[in-house]
Each structure stands twice: as C-alpha cells, then as structure tokens.
DNA sequence: ACAAAAGTGTTTCATTTACACCCATGT
DNA sequence: ACATGGGTGTAAATGAAACACTTTTGT
C-alpha cells in the first residue's frame, strides 16, 4: 500500500547547480507534457515536487523529491518560502494538466532549494526528462515556478554574502578563481582578483591542498579545499549593524 | 455564509512589540484553557493564528488573523518559514483542545512575525484574553508554538542587522537612546553609546526634530524620525562578501 | 615563442573600536 | 545642590578598494 498524500499540500525544489566548466549557475527542471488527439496542450517545464505523505516532515518530502529525481541525498537544502495564493494553479496551461493529474488546484506548495554540484548528476535517461537550464535563460515554466525560482534565487544571493553555503556548489578541490567566477555567477558582479584572492586565502578554513589541476591546457592552478570543521570552530556571530 | 476554511491549514503569527518605558521586546500571546467537570486540561498559551480559508492568500489570512486580534492593520509583516512535522500537534496538552476545536491534527502552518509597538494594542477587554510577554520570560506554550517564536526570533536578529525594520517596533519620535537600547534588547549584547550614536546620527535617513522629550524627570533628550523615503533613496546594494 | 590564465604588492580611504568626562535638566 | 541620564572627540587599528604587471605552463 502507497503512502497517503496530503491532496493540498506539496513540496517543490528549486535544484541549483553549478557548472565549472561552463561557469553557469543552473536549475534542475523537468518536462511537462500533454497532449490529446495529437493537439498539444502542455509543453514546458516545472520544477521538481510532490506531494507530502501523511508521515513525513516537510524536510523529508523534499529530501525524498530530490533523491527520486537525482538519487543524491545528504545535499544542501532550504526551506524558503510558502507558496499559497488561491490562483497559483489556475492559468490556462495549468487547467489541464490539473485536471489529468488529480490536483487539488488549492494546492499549497513549500518550496526549498537544494545547492549540488552539476557534475553529480547524472540525466542519461532520467524519467522525469531533467535537464539544467541556466538561471538566466529559464524555459517557459508551469505554475508559478518562475516567482518561486526568482525567490530562491534572491534568497540565495544575499544567503552566500554571510554564510560558506558557495562552497556546496563546487567540487571538494577548487581554484580560488572557481569561486570567484561562482560569486561573479550568482551575484552577477565583477570582483577585483587581487582583492578577492587575498580576502580568501588568509581564511584560516580554505587550505592550499599540495595539488594543481591537471589536463589544463595553461598554467595549472593552485588546489584548495573548504574546511567545515575549522570554519564552525572560529566561527563568530558578528553583530554589525549595517543599515 | 462563512467562508470555507482549509482544515489542514493555518497561519500563525508572531506579534512582536516593543515596550520602550521597560525596554522589553514582547511577543503577543493568547490563553488557552479547557475545563471539564472542574477539571483542568489545558492552561497555557498560544500564539494568534487561524485557518486559511478558500479564497485567501497567505499573506491575506496573518493580515486577517492580526486585525482580529489586535485591530491592526497596515502591520509589517514577514512570512518567516512553514511548520509541518506530523507531530507537532499531537503533545499530551495538545490532543484535548484539538478534539474540543475539531482541528485537523495534521495542520501545517505557515509562520509570520510582526513587528509593531506595544502601545498601540490595546489589550483591555480583549476577548482572546491576550498578553504581553517578554521574549525571555515566555509562559508555557501550547503546540510547537515555543520552537515557532525561536526561529521567528532567530530570524528577526539576523534582519535587523541589515535592514532598518528597528524602527517598525519604535514610536514615530524616538530618541538615539531609544534605538540602541532596542537593539541591545533584540541582539543581548550591549553596545558602545558613542560609536552607536555617531553611526546613526550620520545616516541621512536619522532626522532630527525640532523637539525634545517632555515630561521626563532628567534632562529631556533631542528626538528623532526615520525617513523611509530617503532610506530607500539611498539604498544601495552591497556586495561585501563576508563568510 | 607565443597565448592564456595564474599569481602577486602597495597605497589610499573608510569604518570600526576603544575609551572618560562634562552637561543639561528636573527634583 | 544633587542625582540622572544625555551628550561629546580623538586616536589607533582594521578592512576594503583601486590599480598593472610578471610568472608559469602547455602547445
């Protein structure tokens, strides 16, 4: 017997991942179609969610939607938003499908977002047809998953100027040129190198690994890695007012 | 006709209020209490909160659930995070008052915080019998309402910091004192009155009146206002990465 | 040898921190 | 006159921002 879903209530995820090589920060969707009698009625994409059954918590919907789509688990996540308005499942692309899927189109939805690493993910034949799209060039979306991609979004900007959330994003061995190319990514600046490389490098949890890149057609660079044990250890909550 | 209510949802909200005579950051409470055959089941209290109904947003029901409570309206609000675990409703105390209140044992609420000044509730009469209660000496609570006003709290101290939401929880006319002892209220730390002074006498946005305090018994301090237009004039994004 | 990205130092400016006494007013 | 909280200034230290060239490596 299936667990029994709460008919009003679901999880999405907005799945961010970031690509090295490409330098993008991507989101994870996947396809959504329908047709009837060869007429098209859906065609676009959402983003990944469920239900929640009966037993869980919210956090372990969402753990339990990503594992199903991407089969990782223990990655980054965060509840950020409720999403609840009366119309959020009522334009004219959503009806049908809807209707198809046995919604309750009073659906109230608990969005998180999850920070992966693109490379972990493999959609060779993912079943839900997953692809990434780069979070500035966003394919046409169903619900209102575009308000909630720019929320987690926005949440995640001003989230990764306080906290070392951005190292979820890279690989465990990175260049501090990775990371700056991430923040430049995310926050959509331009950041001094010099200054930047600095600032980083003296952090006493962003250690020099005595390795460089290799199969780099240039200079190899330096290897670091993050250390969340010594960043928890000298961690201190600053109270700077800055209004 | 009422309108509908959806059984499995709710808002609940906390009400934050500053009390600027006994600098006390308070949070707005409601008693609970259940008798039968002079037998006591429930006595505590619980935050302020409903069901959402049918055609309302989020948004809409905390606006509703606040002005019932209080008359308020025009409120600054902020949608703080979702509660959801299967059992958060389910505590021994729990059980009778949902049975008496035919709630959905398994309701999630969506969490809000106000912030707004105690002086302008007035509590005489009040028909949900509600009370001020300072953020550090809570009474005991109902439901998983105790874990809720920590993580609204939580939430608050990291939003002051960077945004000038302070001045929704003080009068219109405040003195610098005023502010920093608010702030020492909400964040525990104390704060050095000349930096702090300096600092907020610097903003553009910190305007002083042509007035002092009356009806003091000391001497009377220089008042001043928030001016949210200039404050959002000003406003710039800041990119300080600091992690 | 050349292309391409990695890596490096110094100066200026702004902000934060530390710190102790006099002042104005009401009683 | 006195008690009470209001109000003030300076110097040192830290952190951010601006800025251009050399080095290393693979091809």
Not at 62 to 76: D, F, I, K, P
Request: aromatic share 12%; net charge neutral; hydrophobic share 35%.
């Amino acid at each position: 017997m299936n667990p029994e879903k709460i008919l009003n209530l679901s999880v999405d995820c907005v799945v961010f991942g970031y690509d090295v090589n490409t330098k993008s920060l991507n989101v994870l969707l996947i396809k959504r179609y329908l047709e009837t009698n060869n007429n098209v009625l859906v065609d676009d994409y959402v983003l990944t969610g469920y239900h929640v059954y009966k037993h869980e918590t919210l956090d372990e919907t969402a753990t339990r939607v990503l594992r199903e789509l991407t089969g990782l688990t223990n990655q980054y996540k965060k509840q950020f938003k409720a999403f609840g308005n009366p119309n959020r499942l009522t334009s004219e692309k959503d009806l049908p499908w809807i209707e198809n899927e046995k919604f309750n189109s009073r659906t109230i939805t608990v969005a998180y977002y999850f920070l992966l690493k693109t490379e972990d993910v493999s959609l060779t034949n993912n079943k839900y047809s997953a692809a990434w799209f780069p979070i500035n060039k966003l394919p046409d979306l169903g619900f209102d998953h575009k308000e909630i991609i720019q929320e987690a979004y926005e949440d995640l900007k001003v989230k990764c100027l306080s906290e070392p959330i951005i190292f979820k994003l890279l690989p465990d061995k990175f260049t501090i040129n990775d990371v700056q190319d991430l923040y430049e990514s995310i926050l959509g600046i331009e950041i001094d190198n010099r200054n930047f490389r600095r600032k980083l490098i003296n952090k006493k949890y962003i250690i020099a690994l005595d390795e460089k890149q290799v199969g780099v057609s240039k200079r190899p660079a330096q290897l670091y890695m993050f250390s969340k044990d010594i960043y928890d250890k000298i961690f201190e909550k600053n109270y700077l007012i800055s209004i």
